[in-house]
């Protein structure tokens, strides 16, 4: 089988993708039937675990286990990626219990806020069929402090959004804007090496 890093590389940006259609616009209240916790939590997970195939790449190190000892020293130096994987680790562990985390914090909260747009003069009917066809049949990601917003704008149909925060620490951050910033550290580190991958194949 192919383990090309591009492959992987690609793969993180669909999922930023995917978070970025949920925090921006869903397009249709329909869209809240995908996951959005999900959907973060799979990006993570793929962009933590691209440092394994990038130790495996003859381009960034002789041999792989050269390649695992630089990346894994990069990664120490990141601000982000190592949130990444306290994320990812955190998520296939069942927690952080057996190591340290690598950004320093523990992560304490994964929270969804729903923010669902209707159109001016939207009658209470409308608004209570709107908010069951959007929030109806959340899974057991849905936690007690995610938050649930109802605007009205001068649109024609209902719009709805879902933006995922984690909470590490003091500090919260947005999924979308961090797996961004995560990605562009792999960008970095790539670059180093003198290469450049495309976002699509």
Not at 114 to 137: C, H
Request: glycine letters at 8%.
């Amino acid at each position: 089988m192919d383990y090309a890093a591009e492959k992987q590389y690609r793969r993180i940006w669909r999922g930023i993708e995917r978070i970025g259609e949920f925090a921006t616009d869903a397009a249709h209240v329909g869209r809240f039937g995908d996951d959005p916790v999900d959907a973060a939590r799979a990006t993570f997970a793929d962009c933590w675990h691209l440092k394994d195939w990038l130790g495996k790449d003859s381009r960034v190190a002789a041999t792989p286990k050269a390649g695992a000892a630089a990346v894994d020293a990069y990664v120490n130096g990141c601000a982000y990626l190592p949130i990444a994987a306290d994320i990812a680790n955190s998520e296939k562990h069942a927690g952080q219990d057996r190591k340290a985390p690598r950004s320093g914090a523990q992560l304490i909260a994964v929270n969804a806020k729903f923010v669902l747009t209707l159109p001016l003069g939207t009658d209470r009917a409308g608004l209570v069929q709107a908010m069951q066809e959007a929030f109806d049949g959340r899974n057991e990601n849905v936690e007690n402090n995610d938050q649930f917003a109802v605007v009205y704008a001068n649109r024609r149909v209902p719009a709805a959004r879902v933006e995922i925060t984690y909470t590490l620490g003091a500090r919260v951050f947005q999924a979308f804007d961090l797996a961004k910033k995560c990605v562009g550290e792999w960008d970095a580190f790539l670059a180093s090496k003198g290469l450049a991958f495309s976002r699509q194949g």
